[in-house]
Structures are given as structure tokens and as C-alpha cells.
């Protein structure tokens, strides 16, 4: 069980630096937190993924019973390469590990554009960097049993390379973890504008996807609540942030221009938001 708690400033204000707004993506209701759960004894499913000249499809499964996911690869019965999903442990009513396999999938198959796609809540520079940019890794990491985190289901824990789908992501119809690379988990700079930026859309009434909702997708702080005041999200534009300085060492990312400030944190491994107010 982990808790990493750091403190971030954001400051919004017209200017530069658009960010992409991918509209397409997973959904799926759910809920950040989760309580102690008992394990669900679950077997190594390896999802295929096509290859050669034969088509590969998930034949198998599911999170409980024998066996494991084959299909087809060159024709000549071998499996095409996929990735392997260790269940071990996962509790159906908190992760719906399918989505974690269709990640995987892609992931085998190096589809940067699919995930690009799918992965809305990441920023896409993220998806390149972290994602395809490390496939070996986390095929690697994928075929480790998970252990349960305050922040969701955590896949190579304490190794160089960890994969980490929070609640919200888990419950989609198609995870996009967050992962960790050599042992560090600050968040990169992209994804605390994209939160940010997700967050204000979100209240301006215009979200990144339709399917990014409160309820599906909880961006505010479960601890650090300062106010959220309409009028600066009503002034802010969510695409230009200004990065000024910022001191990774202790969490904190400082962002100054006129117009509205957001303050961020990070909580149990996720960035969240925790006020809004005039710059």
C-alpha cells in the first residue's frame, strides 16, 4: 500500500501551448476509491494479438477457470506475440481486467495511434514516451502478480518499471495506465497541464470527451480542497499554461501568468486538482 502526497501550483492565462483535444476514448462509471478487498484467485490470461499472414483473437478466459487466451499467428498453429496479463488476485468488483488485456493488446501490437485514440486522459506525448516507447517493459511488468494500492491495482511494484491503472481507469472499458519509469513517480509536466486542462474544460462545459465526467473520472483533490471559484474557471482558458519554473524533487510545478491559477496535488499516486482562483 502506498501514499505519495506532493503539491503543485498551476497558473492558467491566454497564450501558447495548445494542447490536443483527442475525442474519442474509453467510458465507464466509477469510483476513485475503493475498500479492502479479498482476493479472487485468477489465472495468467495472455491476450494475442494478430500476427503473420493469420488473424489472432482472444479465445479465452476471462478472470477466473483454466487456460489462457490463444489465437491464431502465422497459420501454422503457432500463437502470434501478445502480451500476458498476471490476474492474480484481482478483485472483479474493483478492476475489470479485460480493459487492462485490451491495453495490453495494444501495447503487443506497438499501436500508438489506436492508444492515442483510446487514451484521451493522457496527454499524447505521454502515450509515445511511456507507452509504446517502453513495450518491452511493461509486457515485462504485466506478467507480475499485482498487489493493491490506495490509488488502484499496481503491476511491477518497487521495480524500474511500474504499471499503475487507478480505479477509474480499471473500471473503463479500456485502461490507460499510468506508468512509472526508473523509479520515478512525479508526474511529467504534461500530464499535470493535461489534468489541468481536462478539469477546466470539463466545468466550462466543453470535455476533451463526453465520457469525462465527475462521476467516471474524479480530477479534485480528496484532501486538499480549496475552492474552485466559478468566475476564474469562467476566465481561464485551458489551453495556454505557462510553465515557469518547477522543483521536481519536492512535487512542486510553479506556472505564472494573468488570468485564473489552479492548484494542484498529487494524492495516492493520481494528480488532482485542488482549487481554482484568480491569478
Not at 33 to 39: F, I, L, M, W
Not at 63 to 75: I, Q, W
Not at 78 to 92: C, I, M, R, S, Y
Not at 154 to 170: L, Q
Request: aromatic share 6%; glycine share 14%; hydrophobic share 35%.
Amino acid at each position: 500500500m502506498y501514499t505519495r502526497t506532493r503539491n503543485l501550483t498551476v497558473a492558467l492565462a491566454a497564450g501558447a501551448l495548445a494542447a490536443p483535444l483527442i475525442l474519442s476514448g474509453c467510458s465507464s462509471d466509477s469510483s476513485e476509491d475503493a475498500d479492502s478487498s479479498t482476493s479472487a484467485t485468477a489465472t495468467v490470461t495472455e491476450t494475442v494479438v494478430p500476427g503473420g499472414d493469420g488473424g489472432g483473437t482472444d479465445n479465452g478466459g476471462g478472470d477466473t477457470g483454466g487456460g489462457a487466451d490463444t489465437g491464431g499467428g502465422s497459420g501454422d498453429g503457432t500463437p502470434a506475440p501478445g502480451a500476458g496479463v498476471n490476474t492474480d488476485g484481482l478483485d472483479p468488483a474493483y478492476i475489470n481486467a479485460d480493459s487492462v488485456r485490451a491495453w495490453a493488446t495494444d501495447i503487443a501490437a506497438g499501436d500508438t495511434a489506436g492508444m492515442t485514440g483510446k487514451c484521451w486522459t493522457m496527454p499524447a506525448g505521454y502515450v509515445e514516451s511511456n507507452y509504446t516507447g517502453a513495450a518491452d517493459r511493461i509486457v515485462e511488468a504485466l506478467a507480475t502478480a499485482p498487489i493493491q494500492a490506495q490509488d488502484g491495482y499496481v503491476w511491477g511494484a518497487d521495480s524500474v518499471t511500474e504499471v499503475r491503472v487507478p480505479w477509474a481507469e480499471g473500471e473503463s472499458d479500456y485502461a490507460c495506465p499510468k506508468v512509472d519509469l526508473d523509479g520515478d513517480h512525479n508526474p511529467p509536466d504534461s500530464v499535470v497541464l493535461w489534468t489541468a486542462q481536462r478539469f477546466l474544460l470539463r466545468e466550462q462545459g466543453s470535455p476533451v470527451n463526453p465520457a469525462d465526467t465527475g462521476d467516471a473520472y474524479p480530477l479534485r483533490c480528496a484532501y486538499s480542497q480549496n475552492p474552485v471559484e466559478p468566475g476564474a474557471v469562467a476566465d481561464a482558458d485551458p489551453e495556454a499554461l505557462t510553465i515557469v519554473t518547477h522543483d521536481r524533487d519536492h512535487g512542486k510545478w510553479y506556472l505564472t501568468n494573468s488570468g485564473a491559477r489552479v492548484d494542484m496535488s498529487v494524492e495516492n499516486g493520481r494528480v488532482c486538482v485542488a482549487g481554482v482562483e484568480p491569478a
